[in-house]
Every structure is written in C-alpha cells, then in structure tokens.
C-alpha cells in the first residue's frame, strides 16, 4: 500500500488521444504528476527530450533494465518504451497522484506490481475515427500508421483487463470522466488511511 498516493495507468490505442485528454487534466490543477517514459524511438519534430520522453538508444535503454531502473517497459512496434522507477516511487511515498500513460502489456506488468493502481482504457467510438485521427496528425508515415492500427485492434481487444473504460469522441466528456475517476477513487475507504486515524483518534 503507498499510503494515500494513487498510481492511475492510463492506456489506448496510438491515436485515442491520450495525450490531448492528459493535457486538458493536467489545465485542471488538480495534483496530478506524469512520469516521463524512456523511449527507443525518435524524437517527433514538436517532442523534447525529457519533457515528452527520455529519448535513448538500444543500449542505454537495456543497461537501463539491467541495473533495475526500470518499473515496466515494452516494445511497441520496433521500439522499446519504458517507466523510470526512481520518480514513480518518490511520488507515491509523497501521496501524490501519479499517471503513467502506458501501452498494454506495461498495463498488465504495473497491475502484477500495484495491484491497488487504478486502470483506464481511453477508445475512440470505432477504429474507422482512430484511423482518420492516426493518418490526420501526419506524424508517422503510411507504413508506422499501418503498424500502429494492427497493433490497436489487439489492444482493444484486452479493454476487459482494465477498470474502467472512456470513450473519446467529445475531448471534454472524455476528460470529465477521467477526472470523475480520480476523483472517485481518492475517496475510496482503502485510500483515506490519514482520515481514518484522524477521526478515531
Ligand atoms: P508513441 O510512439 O505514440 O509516443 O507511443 C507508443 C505507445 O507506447 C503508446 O501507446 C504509449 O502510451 C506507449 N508508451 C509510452 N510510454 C510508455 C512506457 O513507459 N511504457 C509502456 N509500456 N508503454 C509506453
């Protein structure tokens, strides 16, 4: 148990809109912490190093799992992407809510670790809208689109293994019901352990 922290695993298919729905909560000012993942891949040209990821090579990143720096990590199409441990755990002994926006099997390996984490799935309302989003940012070529789509359909197919699931077809409803989770789940009695010593003092 970490105390009152809370550790929210948030996962979707490239193109469900992570990443704007995370940025939207985070406008919010309600306490939560992102951990930047290390990644593989290369850069996009609007990322920057350390803000949107630690951009590494292959070796780095292995050196990186053997030492035990890693929390989880995967390889996602070519590249392998991965949770620092260090920061995750300094947050969590701080009580603080802490979100990782991870791909599945990262999911799954984080619930084996925190079997308290709360797990959203964010989907699109069909593949036919996540293909339109993928191939509208231009940020990947038709090949890496192709790649990312086959690797949706079976992400979507593992929805069930998460706690909740929010559909992203208005941005703001999908952000009210991410941000109702959070905030459902810091009440929850498992979580209150100050407010419970408090009030049977
Ligand atoms: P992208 O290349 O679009 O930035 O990320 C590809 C996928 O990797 C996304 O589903 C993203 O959520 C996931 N991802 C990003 N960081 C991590 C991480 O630290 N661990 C895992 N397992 N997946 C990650």
Redesign the pocket.
Known sequence: MHNDGLLVVL?GP?GSG?DTVLAELFKLDIGLVQSV???T?KPRDNEKDGVDYLFVDEDCFVSAIEEGKML???K?GNNY???PKAPVDNWLNENKVVV????V??AGNIRKLYPDAVSIFLTPPNKQVLEERLRNRGSEDDEDVRRRLDIACSELERICEYDYVVVNDDLMDAVRDVKTIIFAEKLKVSRRNKILSEVNK
């Open positions: 996962s490239s992570k993942s290390m990644t891949r989880e990590y995967a996602y992407y991965g949770t990782l926006k991870i791909e099997q990262g």
